[in-house]
């Protein structure tokens, strides 16, 4: 061989040294796939929406705007016009294990109930967890609507910044939606 082909040998040697490292942890870390094709159990709302503020009452009576409650948080919300159904309590329920799962990093979680109707399900009230609001549904629902994502039990997931993410259509599996989660709250610094 050569010393002139040595040398470049060598040199690539090096370059792939310092190089090659670098390269498998971008691959390793963003992956091979772009575009539509990504690792989200969910539906991925692309781009973001950013829910509309609307007036938000609590069981006490007191109006807040929404836009101040969802950019708190990363929020589980659901949404039950007319009150809450089967599907809804069933939702309900494996948003609670799922954000039981999350130890520690329950707290930057919130779980949200919107619904039009005064009365609550008892099973809705044995939820601690959970903070359930009366508001105007129609501007709400017209956003979920467009992507057409507006099932009886659908789950929402809304980021810190009160942009809609994924949606999760009802009776699902949990374990799609415990997995985003988990993985925005290991990639994100906010919420």
Same mark, same amino acid.
């Given at each position: 061989?050569?010393?002139?082909?040595?040398?470049?040998?060598?040199?690539?040697? %090096?370059?792939?040294?310092?190089?090659?490292?670098?390269?498998?942890?971008?691959?390793?870390?963003?992956?091979? *796939?772009?575009?539509?094709?990504?690792?989200?159990?969910? #539906?991925?709302?692309?781009?973001?929406?950013?829910?509309?503020?609307?007036?938000?009452?609590?069981?006490?009576? #007191?109006?807040?705007? *929404?836009?101040?409650?969802? #950019?708190?948080?990363?929020?589980?919300?659901?949404?039950?016009?007319?009150?809450?159904?089967?599907?809804?309590?069933?939702?309900?329920?494996?948003?609670?294990?799922?954000?039981?799962?999350?130890?520690?990093?329950?707290?930057?979680?919130?779980?949200?109930?919107?619904?039009?109707?005064?009365?609550?399900?008892?099973?809705? #009230?044995?939820?601690? +967890?959970?903070?359930?609001?009366?508001?105007?549904?129609?501007?709400? +629902?017209?956003?979920?609507?467009?992507?057409?994502?507006?099932?009886?039990?659908?789950?929402?997931?809304?980021?810190?910044?009160?942009?809609?993410?994924?949606?999760?259509?009802?009776?699902? +599996?949990?374990?799609?939606?415990?997995? +985003? %989660?988990?993985?925005?709250?290991?990639?994100?610094?906010?919420?």
């Amino acid at each position: 061989m050569k010393t002139q082909t040595r040398a470049r040998l060598k040199l690539v040697g %090096v370059f792939m040294i310092f190089v090659g490292p670098l390269a498998l942890a971008y691959l390793l870390y963003y992956g091979l *796939s772009y575009g539509g094709a990504g690792t989200n159990g969910g #539906e991925l709302v692309d781009p973001a929406m950013r829910l509309p503020d609307v007036a938000l009452t609590d069981a006490q009576g #007191e109006t807040r705007p *929404s836009g101040a409650l969802f #950019e708190q948080k990363w929020t589980i919300l659901q949404v039950a016009p007319d009150g809450c159904r089967e599907a809804c309590i069933q939702s309900l329920e494996e948003t609670r294990q799922i954000r039981a799962l999350l130890h520690r990093r329950a707290a930057r979680v919130q779980r949200v109930l919107l619904t039009d109707i005064d009365s609550a399900h008892p099973q809705i #009230e044995r939820q601690p +967890d959970l903070a359930i609001y009366r508001a105007p549904l129609a501007q709400i +629902d017209e956003i979920f609507e467009s992507q057409g994502a507006t099932a009886p039990g659908m789950i929402y997931l809304v980021d810190p910044l009160g942009n809609w993410m994924l949606y999760y259509p009802p009776g699902g +599996d949990g374990g799609a939606l415990f997995k +985003d %989660v988990k993985h925005l709250l290991k990639l994100s610094h906010i919420g």
